[in-house]
């Protein structure tokens, strides 16, 4: 789950099950992706329930950076099958890409005590 603020103040939140990647100017500075690969100096099984991946070390920096910023979500793009872009100011994007057919929620965005909306149409 990912929390932002709205324009208004209010509190966006993001809960993803899909491929998506947090971009700042031309750089990913996390992806779904990096849960496949260990963190440097893991070996072994179990390092997802442990949380030692590159994805626990990449969200761990960007939370401690992100933190401070506060950044707010100016702009939201639907684009075709379902993907979604959140553009939060200073060159940061969130891009969701849903990549499997079917019914299974591959996203949905909340607005806390408000409307919910997600993809597949229908399913949230």
Do not use: K
Request: proline fraction near 6%.
């Amino acid at each position: 789950m990912l929390a932002l603020a709205g324009a208004g103040g209010e509190e966006v939140a993001l809960h993803v099950q899909c491929p998506f990647r947090v971009v700042h100017g031309d750089r990913v500075m996390l992806g779904s992706g990096d849960l496949r690969y260990v963190r440097d100096g893991v070996t072994g099984e179990g390092a997802f329930d442990a949380f030692a991946t590159m994805y626990d070390d990449r969200a761990a920096d960007l939370n401690r950076v992100l933190g401070g910023a506060g950044p707010v979500v100016g702009n939201v793009v639907l684009g075709p099958g379902g993907s979604l872009t959140l553009e939060a100011g200073r060159e940061l994007r969130i891009e969701i890409v849903p990549d499997r057919s079917g019914r299974d929620e591959c996203w949905r965005a909340l607005v806390r005590g408000g409307p919910h909306y997600g993809y597949p149409p229908g399913v949230v």
